[in-house]
């Protein structure tokens, strides 16, 4: 049996190279632990394809495809499946938008595979070796991620990316963040490898410098500080994400640095109150966030710092108020994004109430594109404040600013600044679904002309 495995691009990916340079991208997780779980009785060849480094060869050769999907790919996922289903290869669709709208994905696939797949691909494919596939496969119940097999990192062209180092510990958060699609796909029960899996699997794959994926990996203090503990004596350095929390609680802060962290990625959102009370992230608080960073810093631990536009109570002073914000904090890598109502999370059920979803093409559902009408501004003021506060965050002057008192290596944080320095004067460039935007007044729907999956091959 020979089966493909294919992360789809979005629009960033859609010209030669991407508009993320090397220096930006690791390698995905997802193909990785997926082709680990293939069934050794199968005796399958197993090819992993990502389009963000690769291009699909439409002569593929394979018995069966399948294809992780984010919302702002869904589009091209559907658009690849259909020229492999036209040569008669079945097409198995899973991830995050197959798991938050599965009736969205069901007509493009042969198969649909709704949350987590550490136990039902194994099933489908065996359903399938037998002749027996189902049209859906759903997530067991008692889902446990122990004793898991380690995922096939060597499948990937490793020279390719910034690193293959990527690895997870937990999955789920605790919250419910109305934006966040994790309740809404998962559901709010955090999911936990054992510590000794991991830190085996840092072991095997002889990982000095890593990345920790997990969405928040202090949900659970216990359990967080069993693997810090854990890290210790492998003397490592790692990155990863978190809430703000973690400033509340010093030992644990102390403990994670002493493991070996080096940088957090964390989710400020808003410098305004009203913002995150509306979003229930109310224990986000804004008079704290220099602190915050401050003592991450203090602890030798660089802080990346995401921020959303286009919420209610934004208005069009809020863009410049925030990148400034960002810079004279000392953030080391702030990013920003604009507000997005993935399908099926609580933001998007809210906002179609209220009559504001502007498209429901996937495909500009990257974060980086208005698809709702906002509160305080117009989509226009929206799209072009979010790339003000890309450029203004990323002038030359603004980084050497915010990277004085980085705890990040030098070459470290320059490096990096300058790949997304690239990024903000290029936005224009890469995201090139703007006929849509600023074409919608308030009421005004825009529908992309091929209906709900429309999207092209190109």
Avoid at 15 to 26: A, E, P, Q, T, V
Avoid at 418 to 441: K, S, T
Wanted: charged fraction near 20%; glycine fraction near 10%; charge should be positive.
């Amino acid at each position: 049996m020979k089966i493909a495995l294919i992360s789809p691009k979005g629009p960033l990916y859609r010209h030669r190279g991407g508009i993320f340079r090397r220096s930006l991208r690791y390698a995905p997780l997802t193909l990785t632990t997926l082709a680990s779980l293939v069934p050794a009785e199968l005796e399958a060849e197993v090819t992993l394809i990502d389009e963000g480094i690769d291009e699909v060869r439409f002569d593929l050769d394979a018995d069966l495809v399948g294809m992780t999907v984010i919302t702002g790919t869904a589009p091209r996922a559907y658009g690849l499946a259909a020229r492999f289903r036209s040569r008669g290869i079945p097409v198995v669709l899973g991830g995050p938008h197959v798991t938050l709208v599965p009736e969205d994905a069901q007509p493009h696939a042969d198969a649909v595979v709704v949350g987590y797949a550490e136990d039902s691909w194994p099933q489908l494919l065996r359903d399938f070796a037998g002749g027996s596939m189902r049209r859906r496969y759903v997530q067991d119940p008692d889902l446990s991620l122990a004793s898991r097999p380690f995922p096939r990192r060597d499948l990937l062209p490793g020279r390719r990316y910034l690193t293959t180092n990527v690895f997870e510990a937990t999955r789920g958060c605790v919250h419910s963040c109305e934006f966040c699609v994790v309740p809404a796909a998962w559901g709010r029960r955090p999911y936990q490898k054992p510590v000794e899996d991991v830190v085996a699997d840092i072991r095997q794959h002889g990982a000095r410098k890593l990345i920790f994926v997990d969405l928040n990996l202090i949900a659970d203090r216990g359990y967080a500080a069993r693997l810090f503990e854990a890290l210790l004596p492998l003397k490592v350095k790692w990155y990863g994400l978190s809430t703000v929390l973690l400033a509340d609680d010093l030992p644990l802060l102390k403990l994670a640095a002493r493991s070996g962290c080096r940088g957090l990625l964390l989710g400020f959102e808003s410098i305004l109150a009203a913002n995150l009370r509306g979003a229930s992230k109310g224990f986000n608080r804004p008079a704290r966030f220099r602190e915050v960073v401050s003592l991450l810093h203090a602890h030798g631990i660089a802080v990346y710092g995401c921020f959303v536009f286009g919420m209610d109570h934004d208005t069009p002073d809020v863009f410049l108020a925030t990148a400034r914000f960002a810079v004279e904090a000392g953030i080391d890598l702030p990013r920003f994004a604009i507000s997005t109502p993935f399908p099926g999370t609580a933001l998007y059920q809210r906002l179609e109430r209220e009559g504001r979803i502007l498209t429901r093409n996937w495909e500009l559902y990257d974060g980086q594109h208005v698809v709702f009408e906002p509160s305080g501004m117009t989509v226009q003021q929206l799209q072009e404040g979010t790339e003000q506060a890309w450029k203004y965050a990323y002038a030359m002057t603004s980084i050497a600013k915010r990277l004085r008192g980085s705890p990040a290596p030098p070459w470290v944080g320059l490096t990096t600044n300058l790949g997304y320095r690239f990024y903000a004067r290029n936005l224009h460039r890469f995201y090139n679904c703007d006929w849509m935007i600023g074409r919608a007044g308030p009421g005004q729907r825009i529908e992309p002309a091929g209906g709900v999956a429309a999207g092209t091959l190109r």
